[in-house]
Nanobody
Framework: EVQLVESGGGLVQAGGSLRLSCAAA????????RGWFRQAPGKEREGLAC????????YYADSVKGRFTISSDNAKNTVYLQMNSLEPEDTAVYYC???????????????????WGQGTLVTVSS
């Protein structure tokens, strides 16, 4: 079965850090574009960071650039999102996703992603 499973969410104070993990099963994750997205209640889903297919270039939304870092551990078939300097506005459900054949910054556009995890909740208190 093709599946993505996120973990690492929780409650953190403003200014703190969390690292989210996304483990892939049933396919080789690094053969796909990989991305992190989030959705707060009543708001649209927002692309945060991604790694494009083939060239392994990374892309970030302006709202998280300099604070969040996406990385991949191919031996573990897992991608990570390191989140630093968290703010209450970062509170949301965070999702990882994957797709074949996404190049350049298309990997940060949610409608192109094909495989989605169940999400993990991040709550940042002020």
């Amino acid at each position: 079965e093709v599946q993505l499973v996120e973990s690492g969410g929780g409650l953190v104070q403003a200014g703190g850090s969390l690292r989210l993990s996304c483990a892939a099963a049933g396919f080789t994750f690094n053969d796909y574009a990989r991305g992190w997205f989030r959705q707060a209640p009543g708001k649209e889903r927002e692309g945060l960071a991604c790694i494009s297919t083939s060239d392994e270039s990374t892309y970030y939304a302006d709202s998280v650039k300099g604070r969040f870092t996406i990385s991949s551990d191919n031996a573990k078939n897992t991608v990570y999102l390191q989140m630093n300097s968290l703010e209450p506005e970062d509170t949301a459900v965070y999702y990882c996703a994957a797709a074949e054949g996404l190049y350049s910054d298309y990997c940060i556009t949610d409608r192109y992603l094909e495989i989605w995890g169940q999400g993990t909740l991040v709550t940042v208190s002020s």
